[in-house]
Nanobody
Framework: QVQLVETGGGVVQSGGSLNLSCVAS???????????MSWYRQTPGKDRELIATYSAGGFTKYADFAADRFIISRDNARWKLDLQMNSLKPEDSGMYYCNAEFGGYFDFWGRGTLVTVSS
């Protein structure tokens, strides 16, 4: 059974940084690298939104709000996905989720990690 576990959330002051990690388990060996891995977030009063995706082919794509401040990276050997977040703002506060998707059919989510940015 595939599981995604996010860590690294916490409380940080405005302007600070956090690094989130997502460690996967339960994938059939050799398949993790075929998945598009993404970070999403849900901030108060908003729907869940895409932050960044790291495709199976090695391409990255960012939401406009993340492009200049966040960096997504993945380590296929360790089944690990990271999100380095810099210059954090209070409006970045929310739950951050890891997602693994393949073929429009296989779609897995972690339970999230909470980020709180104080002003």
């Amino acid at each position: 059974q595939v599981q995604l576990v996010e860590t690294g959330g916490g409380v940080v002051q405005s302007g600070g940084s956090l690094n989130l990690s997502c460690v996967a388990s339960g994938f059939t060996p050799g398949t993790y690298q075929n998945y598009a891995m993404s970070w999403y977030r849900q901030t108060p009063g908003k729907d869940r939104e895409l932050i960044a995706t790291y495709s199976a082919g090695g391409f990255t794509k960012y939401a406009d709000f993340a492009a200049d401040r966040f960096i997504i990276s993945r380590d296929n050997a360790r089944w690990k996905l990271d999100l380095q977040m810099n210059s954090l703002k209070p409006e970045d506060s929310g739950m951050y989720y890891c997602n693994a998707e393949f073929g429009g059919y296989f779609d897995f989510w972690g339970r999230g990690t909470l980020v709180t940015v104080s002003s």
